[in-house]
């Protein structure tokens, strides 16, 4: 992680605004990389046409367009309508203003949430569900600089769950208190319709009532430490197998989706069927709910938040001791799947060249205490030296340098 991704993940610079600053290190946590990371494309072709076709919010889109669609085309600016997950599902804008979102990839069927983002106008509405504004520099990504944003929720009538979000992304202008305004009143004009429709039986979003249909909340994910995954996702637990462990962990490394070939190449570290994996991913699917893990690519069609991504989100702010108190152990310590052996490789790694760089006696104590850092000969040694001459642990220090030296010779 760069000292620029680290800088931002412990607040920012002086002044900047704390709505802005926690985005940041909601950004930095999901790994977004903020020197060139492009928003992946979840959605396209006819899976995308599919979807919105049944979106509820495919009934109200002429209604933003025209209040709001227009008026953006003027200014030379464009307006999105995504999904509760983040998923823009209209942009709209002049034709050469679409060109130019082309290479921020704020396209339709693109990934506006922060963890696939980082901070944005969209994103942040979403995860606040309420209006946001993300002025040019605001954004995680220098990508984005040359753009503002402001967005607002679109909630059901009737439950109060958010259905998604409506944007006007462009210029500095976009960023002004008029342009906010005007977006939350064509979000609330789009709830009016939407209550409108239901009350008079209108059928919405391919047979359901708004709300109906939504993608799954955020997706959580344990695996330090653990022989096998544990997954929590709309209020449910599961302790999943090592393969179905191994699988999640290859995917919510991999937000952009894999092909059957690569995943098999991720999980598996011998030569495997097709039929075998698509047999995992049936079972998969089963379990966690279709809406989660979707096919052609396989991928994880909700947010996640892992037990590593925070540890590593502790490390790109400075806080290693926080780093080394989520830090629950090696991830899947028995799995051989090339995913998870790198992924592991690489956290391990980290955390213990950061508590080594911190210098801090107690953090080396509590690294050699653990069942992965009992035998780390540098550590001990490191910890003998940074250890007050008085301290009781000297002894035990120079006791396990002693032998570890003798087991080596």
Not at 101 to 128: C, K, Q, R, Y
Not at 172 to 184: F, K, N, T, W, Y
Request: negative net charge.
């Amino acid at each position: 992680m760069s000292s620029r991704t680290a800088r931002r993940g412990a607040g920012g610079p002086d002044g900047v605004r704390s709505v802005v600053a926690e985005s940041w290190l909601r950004s930095s946590a999901a790994g977004v990389d903020p020197e060139g990371h492009l928003p992946p494309v979840v959605l396209d072709g006819g899976d995308l046409a599919d979807y919105r076709t049944a979106h509820a919010l495919s009934h109200v889109f002429p209604l933003l367009y025209d209040v709001l669609g227009r008026a953006a085309v003027d200014c030379d600016a464009l307006m999105a309508v995504g999904d509760a997950s983040g998923h823009l599902l209209w942009v709209a804008g002049a034709r050469h203003v679409l060109r130019r979102a082309e290479d921020i990839n704020f396209v339709e069927g693109s990934a506006w949430n922060e963890h696939s983002a980082g901070t944005n106008a969209p994103g942040m509405a979403l995860h606040l569900d309420g209006p946001a504004v993300v002025r040019a520099g605001e954004h995680f990504n220098r990508l984005v600089h040359p753009w503002s944003c402001a967005a607002a929720p679109i909630h059901d009538p009737t439950t109060s769950a958010v259905l998604g979000v409506v944007d006007i992304t462009g210029g500095p202008d976009v960023a002004s208190p008029q342009s906010l305004a005007m977006i939350r009143a064509a979000a609330r004009m789009a709830e009016s319709e939407l209550g409108r429709l239901a009350l008079t039986g209108t059928v919405l979003g391919g047979g359901e009532h708004p709300g109906a249909g939504l993608g799954p909340g955020v997706v959580r994910v344990r695996g330090l430490g653990l022989p096998e995954a544990v997954v929590e996702v709309d209020g449910r637990t599961h302790r999943l197998s090592r393969r179905h462990s191994e699988i999640v962990v290859a995917l919510t490394e991999n937000p952009r989706g894999l092909s059957a070939e690569q995943l098999e190449t991720e999980v598996y570290p011998g030569r495997v069927t097709s039929s075998t994996l698509r047999a995992e991913m049936t079972r998969l699917r089963t379990l966690l709910g279709p809406e989660v893990m979707l096919s052609r690519p396989y991928r994880v069609q909700a947010e996640t938040e892992t037990d590593w991504s925070g540890v590593l989100a502790h490390l790109a702010a400075g806080r290693v001791r926080d780093a080394l108190r989520a830090y629950k152990g090696p991830l899947l310590p028995g799995s051989e799947a090339p995913a998870v052996v790198e992924l592991r490789e690489v956290l391990e790694a980290r955390v213990r060249a950061a508590v080594l760089a911190s210098g801090e006696a107690d953090l080396m104590v509590g690294w050699t205490r653990s069942r992965w850092g009992a035998g780390d000969l540098e550590m001990w040694e490191r910890q003998l030296d940074a250890l007050p001459a008085a301290s009781p642990l000297r002894p035990v220090a120079e006791a396990e340098v002693a032998r570890l030296l003798r087991d080596d010779a």
